[in-house]
């Protein structure tokens, strides 16, 4: 029977990996530099950065465009809570979160053209929300509302509006309805990079349509955390029959 050797940059990666747990390296520090480490351990640039890889894919390690790889923190979840006025998922980890937030007018590409039951090429505004924990994303929305629905000020960054947006709360009055589609799936890789997760690692893509009482489609919104950070939580109301006998 053969066993198989470790290769190089398994060795350095449960070197660093060592470190990291038993905290010489500690949550939120940034390692030696690339070619730094490379020339500690002997090897070359190439072989350093599969170690890296493997730590990466692990969430150990997370690397911030120009700024190099950092030890990532312990991942705080935060919770998605389904129906109407109750979406908070930002602040529901008890962190200080910076959260972005662009609007723009977008025309209806077939896909929105299905979720919002327009016209393709229609007007929309879009929110793009992106939720940050210090240097960590926490997650990505694209909100989509008919532009005729939408107030002209909301698309000049009124404060109360983008508040909103941010919370992720649904942006206009009380539908009669909201559907939520959920899923599991691999990122996308424009979601891999903004998340900074690994390609292995599932996300948790949720759509949500929501409709007034004349069946009017006021609001779509296409939400992705990392599925490692993320729980999901969904309460039904029965109606209880109270007539009077």
Same mark, same amino acid.
């Given at each position: ?24 390296i ?7 530099s ?5 020339d ?14 493997v ?6 390690v997370e690397?911030i ?23 908070d998922p930002?602040?529901a980890?008890? @962190?200080a !979160?910076?959260? /972005?937030?662009r609007? *723009? ?5 077939s896909?929105?053209t +299905?979720l #919002? ?8 505004a879009e ?7 210090e240097?960590?994303p926490?997650?990505l ?13 909301v698309?000049?960054d009124e404060?109360s509006?983008?508040?909103?947006a941010r ?11 909201v ?9 996308t ?5 903004a998340?900074r997760?690994?390609s292995?690692? @599932?996300? !948790?893509?949720? /759509?949500?349509?929501a *409709?007034?009482?004349a069946g009017?489609?006021?609001?779509? +919104?296409? #939400?992705?955390?990392p599925g490692?950070?993320v729980?999901?939580v969904?309460t039904?109301h029965h109606?209880?029959?109270e007539r009077?006998?």
């Open positions: 029977m053969t066993r198989s050797v470790p290769s190089r940059h398994d060795d350095i990666a449960d070197d660093l990996r060592h470190q990291i747990t038993t905290g010489r500690k949550p939120g520090e940034r390692l030696p690339e070619a730094g480490l490379a500690r351990y002997k090897v070359s640039t190439v072989t350093l950065r599969s170690a890296l890889a730590l990466q894919c692990e969430g150990l690397k465009h120009g700024k190099g790889n950092f030890v990532r923190r312990p991942p705080r979840k935060i919770v998605y809570v389904g129906g109407w006025g109750t979406l930002w602040t980890a008890e @962190a !979160l910076r959260v /972005t937030v609007t *723009t007018t977008v025309p209806a590409d896909h929105l +299905a #919002l039951k327009v016209p393709t090429g229609s007007p929309l929110f793009f929300c992106v939720s940050h924990e240097e960590s926490r997650g929305a694209r909100i989509y509302i008919p532009r005729d629905l939408v107030p002209a000020e698309l000049d404060p509006w983008q508040e909103s919370r992720l709360a649904v942006l206009g009055s009380a539908p009669a309805t559907r939520e589609t959920v899923c599991a799936r691999p990122p890789p424009d979601e891999a990079s998340l997760t690994g292995s690692t @599932a996300v !948790l893509a949720i /759509t949500r349509v *409709t007034d009482t009017r489609v006021v609001e779509a +919104a296409l #939400l992705t955390f490692d950070r729980d999901a969904f039904t109606v209880t029959d009077q006998t």
